[in-house]
């Protein structure tokens, strides 16, 4: 089976991660792994994203 990334690329789009984030996961399940890729964000992404860890 073949594997498939989803990387998402943030800056300060905790608005848009806390909306679409938890729907992707679940969806993905096991056939994509889920990577959030920050550029320095000061809007608490960072804390927000620690939750999925």
């Known amino acids: 089976m073949k594997r498939v990334a989803i990387v998402i690329l943030n800056w300060n789009g905790k608005h848009f991660l806390e909306k679409f984030l938890p729907e992707v996961i679940r969806f993905s399940n096991d056939l994509a792994r889920v990577v959030v890729a ?5 809007d608490d992404s ?3 994203l620690e939750k999925f860890s």
């Open 38 to 42: 920050d550029n320095a964000s000061t």
């Open 46 to 48: 960072i804390s927000f």
